[in-house]
């Protein structure tokens, strides 16, 4: 008999900074046996274009690292700042595949992201490979539910976005309720996202 191996849910994101909605997210697919554990997948800085906003790898990653910590079945994922850029996640679900034998990866990805989905480099591999789980986002109702490798989830809907959340700590606002246990300490101790004097 064939030993089941443990599914990983990949949830990419630039993290900027990760809040409580990627964490319920991430929960509720664990617990309900969606997936066995999540990967919060971190997306480097394009070389390319203005980070603006986007503060550096290391300390984004360090935000995600301090998430997880005390998360059940969460975990954080470096791979694409080792990658070629722009990494494709095709390459980087293949990538993970070829590292992690054991594992079974799906990709999570939000009904917004759905709606462009076959822009994506290889977009049908991704589904017969891998499988594409696709959560709700305000405004994005998902009209084709019937497509091999998609499997459409009723998460619960936060109305919570990164870019939200530092406008408010620009403004001097409190996010402490808004960003999981430890990160907002992380954000004031190091002073981020606050307005330039």
């Known amino acids: 008999m064939e030993e089941k191996r443990e599914t990983i849910g990949l ?15 991430a929960s ?26 986007l503060l ?11 998430a997880a910590k005390g998360a059940t079945a969460i975990d954080t994922c470096d791979i694409e700042l080792t990658m070629p850029r722009p990494s494709y996640t ?9 590292r992690y ?21 290889d977009p049908r591999r991704i589904l017969e490979e891998y499988g594409v ?7 994005y109702p998902v009209e084709s539910r019937h497509v091999d490798g998609l499997e459409v989830v009723e998460a619960p809907m936060v ?3 990164s870019t939200f959340i530092r ?15 430890g990160v907002y300490k992380y954000i004031t101790d190091n002073r981020l996202y606050q307005k330039k004097k």
């Open 11 to 25: 949830l990419g994101g630039s993290f900027n900074p990760v809040h409580i909605g990627h964490m319920m997210l």
């Open 159 to 161: 109305n919570l976005s």
């Open 101 to 121: 034998p054991d594992y079974r990866f799906k990709l999570i990805i939000g009904s917004d992201n759905w709606q462009v989905f076959d822009q994506w480099r």
């Open 90 to 98: 095709i390459d980087t679900l293949d990538l993970l595949r070829e």
């Open 167 to 181: 406008s408010a700590i620009e403004r001097g606002r409190n996010m402490s309720y808004f960003l999981p246990a």
């Open 28 to 53: 509720y697919l664990s617990q309900w046996g969606y997936v066995d554990r999540v990967w919060l997948n971190l997306s480097p800085r394009n070389p390319l274009k203005d980070p603006g906003e």
């Open 133 to 139: 789980i696709v959560y709700p986002r305000p405004g």
């Open 56 to 66: 550096p790898d290391m300390k984004r990653l360090a935000m995600l690292s301090i």
